[in-house]
């Protein structure tokens, strides 16, 4: 070719470049696609395939095209990348055709299908998966989607009849029983706030097109077990070897670490020992991530490996090497199903397989495009993967093992000829890799523990080698299960301690996802076998992530957040040096809460330092998360109305807690805020808790300064009092008093307040029926623009950009969110 530079011969062949390319196509198209608000329709991802494979055959049929390198290149990236968007358009397609019929919503449906999964119980009831096999409404048969989350609570039912009956208790349930019973299904819907956990994306992965509950009432149609299949022994098997550790352990908080190891639980570890793992950093030790079917194949292959050689004959029939690699996958794989073959798993497991079979057909690849191969594989089968920060660490942690040629199975034959000190080199591995994934860790949770080195240093030998051959064997000899129960016991002593150190773990504020991105390349440069200029390039990459710091109002100006926290009200006001939490959510079980689930991480991903807990009164749905913020932001006051011998008031010294009294005024940064009820008085008299909610104004300076307020749940009387006693009430946003219900939002109040958008944090299909319709069209006969949680998610306004609301379902569509009608 005259446009060949070199003539001279190369010491090497060139690699080709198709395979590489190829790989790398896939995994950008499939990533072009999950950037759609909305899915491609049939006809063009039709279209997009077709030139996809016509591309790849010419290029596969035609090697005599006359091709440069860089050509040959591109062309196999787009075919590569126009086949993988095009698959996964066609998947998504095939699949939203399954889904919920929205008139299905909240009606009463007749269910027949098998338990898929090991049931999670809890304080509250019993949930599991339902894999669906006929349905009925009203004795016609119906379609609904192949699989359903399902949740069975007891306590009482408030709908029977007005009046509070029993419901039937939830039943023995069990993996691959077939069940009849009626349910109320809702389409996935989940909260959805800045940085927040996207519940919707995480049930579309799994494949679950709706949730329900047993109606289990009085006068319900009795659920029914109909019989045993053999669909999912695994399933069946992890539940009664579960059973068998609670029956045996009778320390409940050891009996779920140990099902968390052995049958893959993690619902049943504490919270507050989730805290300690995650504040030393250890967290990756308990939950059956990637990193740890890693490891545990790594082990695997050494053993099969070791006991291979001791046969003659065996290496006769199949290389050691070869053996020693299928048999870490296989027992990997075997291990990934009984631990409950989560997403994180299966992913891992995927690409061991991958690597192994291609080292096993003999090809060389560099590691680059064997990582790569992995990457492509992985995002074949689970194209979202790409968007979970999980398999970001995981994945990354397979490209650490492969640069430090250790760890992957691939890698077992170079290690097992090294006889000395295996065991030793097998554990600083992990170690090494723990170290290697900090700084990626910061990035993508926010959250790195520093007393995390050596809460490893010690964790990690003790959990690999003592806890968890203890925990598994005792499936075999249940009396080893003490023996877990104690090593666990001493493990637990050892992080309480160090997690009780000042300091124990460091936080950043969640930046620009390019920012992340550069600091993700810049750390892999200062760790990669590089020359020292090219190392030295790291640290500029990794410096505007560290330093990043969250956008804040100007001063005299402020920002308000109404988090997504379901049926209840969190509104988080900020200025340009100070932060206050107008109330902290619902509770939603005896186990979760808004505050945990919601309102912690997102003050963390937006580094809040709260001055200020304004509590506007004491209902679960106000003060449901405040324990959790009290705790966690122990710099905080706490000003309410909530009683002085109530179960918060501890959390905080008397000099510190106040009641919120009318003419209470103080001023944070050029802002006014001003509480402007309830009386003094309101408090000695009888009173409803919503009758003394705090009512807070907040106001900008400047020549046209702009309002808030907020409300909590006054009713009528209180909003006629206000408006009598000539309060300053007019406000461009109002947060709607009582979540919009019908004794609130009276006419005279509105025509008081006038302002331009109104904003209703309610649950989506709460069962009060909030907002009410009657109330909505006040709203609307004065021309107010009415945003409310469930359509919105979490709402955003700037008093320096007052002309309108941000909802972050509109401002991050994505063809997995739920559309509501
Ligand atoms: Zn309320």
Redesign the pocket.
């Known amino acids: 070719m005259p446009d060949a530079p070199n003539s001279a011969p190369t010491p090497h062949a060139p690699q080709p470049i198709g395979p590489f390319a190829a790989l790398l196509g896939w995994v950008l198209g499939t990533a072009l696609q999950l950037q759609q608000a909305v899915l491609s329709p049939g006809w063009l991802v039709g279209i997009l395939a077709l030139a996809g494979g016509l591309l790849c055959a010419m290029l596969l049929r035609l090697r005599a095209l006359r091709l440069s390198r860089a050509q040959r290149l591109g062309a196999w990236l787009l075919a590569a990348a126009l086949m993988g968007f095009a698959a996964t358009g066609l998947r998504c397609l095939v699949y939203d055709g399954q889904a919920l019929d929205p008139a299905l919503e909240g009606r009463d449906v007749l269910i027949t299908g098998v338990v898929s999964d090991m049931p999670q119980r809890n304080e509250s009831g019993l949930r599991f998966s339902l894999e669906t096999e006929a349905a009925t409404l009203e004795g016609r048969a119906i379609a609904v989607p192949p699989r359903i989350d399902v949740g069975w609570y007891g306590g009482l039912d408030s709908m029977a009849g007005g009046q509070l009956a029993l419901q039937r208790q939830p039943g023995d349930v069990r993996a691959g029983e077939r069940w009849r019973m009626t349910l109320r299904l809702k389409a996935p819907h989940g909260s959805r706030n800045p940085f927040g956990f996207d519940y919707e994306l995480w049930l579309w992965e799994r494949g679950v097109q709706a949730t329900g509950y047993v109606r289990a009432g009085s006068s319900d149609p009795e659920p029914k077990r109909l019989e045993q299949t053999w669909k999912h022994p695994v399933a069946l098997l992890r539940q009664l070897v579960r059973e068998r550790i609670y029956a045996h352990v009778e320390q409940r908080q050891f009996a779920g670490l140990i099902a968390a190891l052995v049958v893959g639980d993690q619902n049943a570890i504490d919270q507050v020992d989730w805290d300690v793992f995650r504040a030393t950093g250890v967290a990756h030790l308990v939950s059956i991530s990637g990193l740890h079917i890693t490891m545990f194949a790594w082990g695997a292959a050494w053993a099969m490996g070791w006991l291979w050689r001791r046969s003659a004959r065996l290496c006769l029939a199949l290389p050691a090497p070869d053996a020693a690699l299928l048999g870490g996958v296989l027992l990997a794989t075997a291990y990934s199903l009984f631990s409950g073959w989560g997403i994180p798993a299966q992913r891992t497991c995927l690409m061991l397989a991958a690597v192994a079979l291609l080292r096993m057909a003999g090809t060389r690849w560099p590691w680059p495009q064997v990582w790569m191969l992995a990457c492509a594989v992985v995002v074949g089968v689970d194209p979202w993967a790409l968007l979970q920060a999980g398999f970001w660490l995981s994945f990354v942690a397979v490209g650490v093992l492969f640069a430090t040629d250790a760890g992957l199975p691939g890698h077992a034959e170079g290690v097992l000829r090294n006889t000395a000190s295996r065991l030793g080199a097998m554990l600083r591995e992990q170690w090494v890799v723990t170290v290697a994934l900090a700084p990626l860790t910061l990035l993508l949770f926010g959250q790195v523990s520093l007393v995390g080195l050596i809460a490893n240093a010690f964790a990690i030998p003790w959990v690999t080698l003592v806890v968890i051959p203890l925990s598994m064997l005792g499936v075999v000899l249940p009396l080893l299960w003490d023996g877990a129960g104690l090593a666990i016991a001493l493990l637990m002593a050892v992080l309480q301690g160090l997690a009780s150190w000042p300091w124990a773990t460091l936080t950043l504020a969640t930046a620009p996802w390019w920012m992340a991105a550069a600091g993700v390349l810049g750390g892999l440069l200062l760790v990669a076998r590089l020359p020292q200029h090219l190392r030295g390039l790291g640290l500029p990459l990794l410096l505007p992530v560290l330093l990043w710091q969250a956008p804040l109002p100007p001063v005299g100006q402020f920002e308000m957040l109404a988090a997504d926290i379901g ?3 969190a509104v988080l006001v900020r200025t340009a040096h100070h932060a206050l939490l107008y109330d902290a959510g619902p509770r939603y079980s005896l186990e979760s809460d808004a505050g945990h689930r919601v309102l912690l991480p997102l003050l963390q991903a937006l580094h809040v330092r709260l001055d200020l807990l304004v509590l506007s009164h004491r ?1 679960t ?2 003060v449901g998360g405040a324990a959790a913020v009290l705790t966690m932001q122990p710099q905080a006051d706490l000003l309410s109305s909530i009683d002085a011998d109530d179960r918060l008031q501890s959390l905080r010294p008397a000099q510190r807690s106040g009641r919120c009294i009318a003419g209470q005024h103080w001023e944070w940064d050029g802002v006014q805020l001003d509480i402007l009820h309830p009386q003094a008085a309101d408090f000695d008299a009888p009173h409803s808790s ?1 009758a003394v909610s705090c009512v807070l104004r907040i106001q900008s300076a400047g020549a046209e300064p702009h309002t808030a307020l907020l409300v ?2 006054i009713e009528r009387p209180q909003e006629q009092r206000l408006v009598a006693l000539q309060a300053p009430l007019k406000a461009d946003v109002l947060l709607v008093p ?2 919009g219900s019908k004794t609130s939002s009276s006419e005279l109040f509105l025509d008081a307040v006038q302002p331009r958008e109104a904003w209703i944090q309610s649950g989506y299909r709460n069962r009060y029926g909030h907002p009410a319709a009657e109330v909505l069209q006040r709203y609307e006969k004065r021309g107010i623009v009415v945003h409310d949680s469930p359509h919105c998610g979490a709402m955003t306004w700037r008093s320096d950009s007052p002309a309108q609301t941000l909802c972050v379902r509109s401002e991050e569509m994505h063809y997995w969110s739920h559309r509501v009608p």
């Open positions: 049926q209840g009200n209902d749905d106000h919503n909590g749940d009582h979540h």
